[in-house]
């Protein structure tokens, strides 16, 4: 058996391994582990060939250590930066405290698709952010959601989360900025037939003694979104002027606009108006535009299109103004293109001046 005879740097070496706290034998098979690791990869640079197995030379056993030095400050690096992350269900919090103030039903939209991911996905709310990668994000996006409007809006949430992580230091990328985007072909909505338009404004009418007739008359002849209606007060009203402002606050894209009052929506707001500090909608909104729309017939099997009104709205009115540029300043779209793809359904209207002039 060799016996070594320690001298004065072997003891300093111990005396370092021992003020660490760890086993002395442990913390040298690390360190002849770290220093075998920088070895290797001077040996596959070919350094180390000429010694042909023997003992490194002093000075390649110094570049060595420097480059076992610089492995353990990059794993370091490394690991604090592995370390330094959060829960995909931390980071949706943080993401919506960001968009507080932002308008309501982006706030909305925001909470129902993150929740949605997080309640479809298994595992998903605890996994560290900076884990998960571009291809799990595709797949988390087809699970949570079905259809490619859902999923092209979702893509866009799930960036939103991302891209707040990312700010806060708790991932270096955006990893849904490497997922393709669904490719959603717009398809024109049908309109409501002159018999239906009828039925959901006489139904208007005597509903809860009228209080959903001025909203009902806002979104088929002028347009405005169920939600922004949700927003206005009879002070944007201004029936002298004929016009409704809709404020940045409460439009969709965040951008004000102003509607005209065409002359059967003035006929409805005359019959309907209210106090200036009054909402337009009664109390519990969506509740009973629901339930209006059961009682004028959409129900057992007769299906509501989403925005039903607003785009028989756009396809009277370029049917009988005959101008894109109007339309697309009434309805509050930054250009054309989704009016001419998606929004107007010329085949579906029938005199047009009866319509304006109902």
Same mark, same amino acid.
């Given at each position: 058996?060799? *016996?070594?005879?320690?001298?004065?740097?072997?003891?300093?070496?111990?005396?370092?391994?021992?003020?660490?706290?760890?086993? !002395?034998?442990?913390?040298?098979?690390?360190?002849?582990?770290?220093?075998?690791?920088?070895?290797?990869?001077?040996? =596959?640079?070919?350094?180390?060939?000429?010694? #042909?197995? /023997?003992?490194?030379?002093?000075?390649?056993?110094?570049?060595?250590?420097?480059?076992c030095k610089k492995i353990i400050a990059l794993g370091t690096e490394a690991l604090r930066q592995q370390e330094r992350t959060v829960t995909f269900e931390k980071a949706v919090e943080a993401a919506l405290e960001a968009r507080k103030d932002r308008r309501v039903r982006t706030v909305y939209d925001f909470r129902y698709f993150t929740r949605?991911?997080?309640?479809?996905?298994?595992?998903l709310a605890a996994r560290r952010v900076r884990s998960i990668t571009p291809q799990e994000c595709a797949g988390y996006i087809e699970q949570a959601f079905d259809s490619l409007r859902q999923r092209q809006k979702a893509r866009l949430i799930l960036s939103g989360v991302f891209g707040t992580a990312v700010k806060r230091g708790w991932c270096?990328?955006?990893? !849904?900025?490497?997922?393709?985007?669904?490719?959603? /072909?717009?398809?024109?909505?049908? $309109?409501?037939?002159?018999?239906?338009?009828?039925?959901?404004?006489?139904?208007?009418? !005597?509903?809860?003694?009228?209080?959903?007739?001025?909203?009902?008359?806002?979104?088929?002849?002028?347009?405005?979104?169920?939600?922004?209606?949700?927003?206005?007060?009879? #002070? =944007?009203?201004?029936?002298?002027?004929?016009? $409704?402002? *809709?404020?940045? =606050?409460?439009?969709?894209?965040?951008?004000?606009?102003?509607?005209?009052?065409?002359?059967?929506?003035?006929? *409805?707001?005359?019959?309907?108006?209210?106090?200036?500090?009054?909402? *337009?909608?009664?109390?519990?909104?969506?509740?009973?535009?629901?339930?209006?729309?059961? #009682?004028?017939?959409?129900?057992?099997?007769?299906?509501?299109?989403?925005?039903?009104?607003?785009?028989?709205?756009?396809?009277?009115?370029?049917?009988?103004?005959?101008?894109?540029?109007?339309? =697309?300043?009434?309805?509050?779209?930054?250009?054309?293109?989704?009016?001419?793809?998606?929004? !107007?359904?010329?085949?579906?209207?029938?005199?047009?001046?009866?319509?304006?002039?109902?």
């Amino acid at each position: 058996m060799r *016996i070594y005879t320690l001298n004065e740097t072997d003891k300093a070496a111990l005396a370092v391994l021992r003020s660490t706290g760890a086993d !002395v034998l442990e913390a040298a098979l690390v360190a002849k582990s770290a220093l075998e690791a920088g070895r290797a990869r001077l040996r =596959q640079k070919g350094n180390l060939s000429v010694y #042909a197995g /023997v003992r490194a030379s002093e000075a390649t056993a110094l570049r060595a250590l420097k480059r076992c030095k610089k492995i353990i400050a990059l794993g370091t690096e490394a690991l604090r930066q592995q370390e330094r992350t959060v829960t995909f269900e931390k980071a949706v919090e943080a993401a919506l405290e960001a968009r507080k103030d932002r308008r309501v039903r982006t706030v909305y939209d925001f909470r129902y698709f993150t929740r949605r991911f997080m309640k479809r996905c298994k595992g998903l709310a605890a996994r560290r952010v900076r884990s998960i990668t571009p291809q799990e994000c595709a797949g988390y996006i087809e699970q949570a959601f079905d259809s490619l409007r859902q999923r092209q809006k979702a893509r866009l949430i799930l960036s939103g989360v991302f891209g707040t992580a990312v700010k806060r230091g708790w991932c270096d990328a955006n990893p !849904v900025a490497r997922v393709e985007a669904p490719r959603v /072909v717009e398809k024109p909505v049908p $309109i409501l037939t002159p018999q239906e338009i009828e039925q959901i404004t006489t139904t208007a009418e !005597v509903y809860q003694g009228g209080s959903c007739a001025a909203a009902v008359g806002m979104m088929l002849y002028a347009g405005i979104r169920p939600h922004e209606v949700a927003r206005l007060t009879w #002070a =944007q009203v201004d029936l002298q002027e004929q016009a $409704i402002y *809709i404020l940045p =606050q409460h439009s969709k894209t965040g951008g004000a606009r102003r509607v005209t009052i065409h002359k059967p929506l003035l006929r *409805i707001l005359r019959r309907h108006t209210g106090n200036p500090t009054q909402e *337009i909608c009664p109390a519990n909104w969506l509740h009973h535009w629901r339930e209006l729309r059961r #009682a004028a017939g959409w129900c057992r099997g007769k299906m509501w299109r989403q925005d039903a009104l607003r785009h028989t709205f756009a396809s009277y009115h370029l049917s009988y103004f005959r101008s894109f540029a109007e339309l =697309q300043i009434e309805i509050g779209h930054r250009d054309a293109a989704l009016l001419r793809t998606r929004y !107007v359904d010329q085949r579906g209207v029938k005199v047009p001046s009866c319509f304006w002039s109902a």
